[in-house]
């Protein structure tokens, strides 16, 4: 076994905090600072969601709604990710969009069955 090491040889510190990086503040603010945002693609989620439901008639209306549902999980797996790093606010408009693009897409599904059964 080699001897100790002579000289300026220094116990670590393992009460000091990290240098840089995030350092965790607790609560669910974790690692962030400065007020909450808005979650990114949500407005464009819930247009989507919208249009999706005026256009379930066409076939602009599932894609609409399959992309209205495709951004608005983004969305809710990054604001369940960090919750308070968003606004609820921005939150509660994913899950408007993701509504919205499930009603298109009901829609669409429902009025194909109708024309279906209309035509035979």
């Known amino acids: ?9 220094q116990q670590p510190n393992y009460q000091q905090q990290p240098q840089g990086g995030y350092q965790q503040q607790g609560g669910y ?5 400065g007020p909450p945002v808005d979650l990114p ?4 989620a819930l247009t989507l969601g919208i249009l999706a439901i005026v256009f379930s008639i ?7 709604g399959i992309i209205a549902l495709n951004k608005s999980a983004k969305a809710i797996n990054e604001y369940n990710l ?39």
Do not use: D, E, H, W
């Not at 603010?29 to 600072?33: E, S």
């Not at 066409?58 to 609409?64: A, M, T």
């Not at 919205?100 to 209309?118: E, P, Y």
């Open 82 to 120: 960090y919750p308070g790093r968003y606004t609820p606010s921005s939150f509660s408009k994913a899950k408007s969009a993701k509504v919205c693009g499930i009603i298109g897409l009901s829609l669409f599904g429902f009025l194909v069955i109708v024309a279906l059964a209309v035509n035979s």
């Open 1 to 9: 076994m080699p001897p100790p090491p002579q000289g300026n040889y």
């Open 29 to 33: 603010n974790q690692g962030f600072q």
């Open 41 to 44: 693609g949500t407005g464009g």
């Open 58 to 64: 066409g076939l602009l209306g599932p894609i609409f």
